[in-house]
């Protein structure tokens, strides 16, 4: 390799070459790309609160393990990340420290719409939540970064007055006749 001239010199010597800051970007892109999530601000949102929840276990393990103050918040943490559906089991504080990013967006609605098998990809979920044609319990939901509870994975459906919701009903033969003739 050549010597470099004092302008390439003068330019390199703010860069920080081993260290790169974009290593970063790369894999925050990667999760922004697989999960199509549209605004960077909800990767952040994600992010800290991936920060504090691991900054709060780390305190929580910094107490007495026999403290019942510790034991009390440790249960209500993970009662509350569990039914969050940000992790799988209650067992223990461990599962706290390693909660990623991912985890948040998999709880997002048109991640879940397609795990269960009410869309067979995400663009096209997320097409069909902006338009209105899903709801969660009886609110129709515009906002594909919705976050979906364990509980309110049961209460995703499609909207009464929806085409989607008419198609699935012909097919099943329960649409009615006064329906037939509304639409």
């Known amino acids: 390799m050549r010597e470099l001239k004092h302008h390439e010199k003068k330019l390199l010597r703010k860069v920080n070459i081993v260290g790169w800051k974009g290593e970063r970007n790369i894999r925050v892109a990667k999760i922004l790309r697989r999960y199509h ?12 609160m991936c920060g504090m929840i691991t900054s709060l276990s780390a305190k929580l393990k910094s107490l007495p ?8 918040l440790t249960q209500q943490l993970l009662d509350k990340l569990y039914n969050i559906g940000v992790v799988d089991s209650k067992s223990n504080l461990e599962k706290a420290d ?15 719409m397609v795990r269960l098998k009410m869309s067979q990809t995400l663009p096209s979920a997320i097409t069909l939540i902006e338009t209105g044609q899903v709801r969660l319990g009886p609110t129709v939901v515009t906002d594909p970064s919705m976050l979906v509870t364990r509980n309110m994975e049961d209460f995703v459906g499609w909207t009464e007055e929806g085409k989607i919701n008419r198609t699935v009903k012909k097919y099943n033969g329960k649409l009615d006749d006064f329906d037939i003739t509304e639409g």
Do not use: A
């Open 98 to 112: 390693k909660i990623s990013v991912s985890g948040f967006c998999r709880r997002r609605l048109p991640v879940v």
């Open 65 to 72: 393990s026999s403290s019942p103050f510790r034991i009390d």
């Open 37 to 48: 999530i549209q605004n960077r601000e909800d990767y952040v949102g994600y992010e800290r």
